[in-house]
């Protein structure tokens, strides 16, 4: 079936440092690709999408690129603040058919000053 | 703000009681998600709703489980006879069919099961 696997947290950083969190997939076919964002308290937002091969997204500095060949679809951000604390889950969904989304398990990013 | 909204946020109760939760999308989507969200996990899908057809149901959801959506507007999901395992945070979520179908996600409702 149609799978994603992150990279285990916490994910632990100094404000400015360089975010990287891994997202790779499985899936028969060609899903789009989503970064959804929960910060402590709050419901899951979406944080950015693409929804074909080398496509990138981006949203508030974090960008990710759809890697087909790779299929991975990894999180980045080049300077991190305090406020970035949070859980990043990586998500899939296939464009055909039904349309549910498959996450990860989430990755915890804690940013210290 | 008329993002998604979900109803109660927390929800404690006794194993074996039935609880029903409430989730109202955002106004003119017609698609409607339910997932479900244990501690560490990323949330897993239970139920989909176009307008008011209940198109699709997870192995996940038991018979204990039942959602309905009437008239294509808010939605609720039943559990019967719950149990501890039944403990989770419940997502709702709505799309707009051909707005990329992206989801918006509600706050969630904490269920705990003593």
């Known amino acids: 079936g149609n799978s994603v696997t992150q990279m285990e947290g916490p994910v632990t950083l100094s404000e400015e440092a360089f975010l990287t969190i891994n997202c790779t997939y499985t899936a028969t076919g060609y899903p789009s690709l989503f970064w959804y964002v929960q910060y402590p308290g709050e419901g899951l937002q979406l944080l950015l999408k693409?929804?074909?091969?080398?496509d990138k997204g981006s949203n508030k500095g974090f960008e990710a690129t759809y890697r087909k060949e790779t299929t991975s679809f990894h999180l980045e951000k080049g300077s991190v603040q305090v406020s970035d604390s949070a859980v990043y889950f990586c998500a899939l969904r296939m464009n055909t058919g039904f349309q549910k989304l498959v996450f990860g398990t989430g990755t915890r990013l804690l940013v210290s000053p | 703000d008329t993002g998604v909204s979900q109803d109660p946020r927390h929800k404690i109760t006794k194993r074996g009681q039935n609880v029903t939760f409430r989730c109202d999308p955002i106004s003119e989507h017609n698609r409607l998600y339910w997932y479900r969200q244990t501690l560490g996990q990323g949330p897993e899908f239970l139920t989909y709703f176009q307008n008011e057809a209940q198109l699709e149901k997870s192995r996940l959801l038991s018979d204990r489980f039942s959602a309905e959506r009437p008239k294509g507007s808010f939605s609720t999901l039943e559990i019967q006879r719950t149990e501890q395992g039944d403990s989770a945070m419940y997502l709702c979520?709505?799309?707009?069919?051909?707005?990329?179908?992206?989801?918006?996600f509600g706050p969630g409702t904490r269920l705990t099961v003593l």
């Open positions: 979520a709505s799309s707009l069919e051909g707005d990329s179908d992206t989801q918006y």
């Open positions: 693409a929804t074909k091969a080398d």
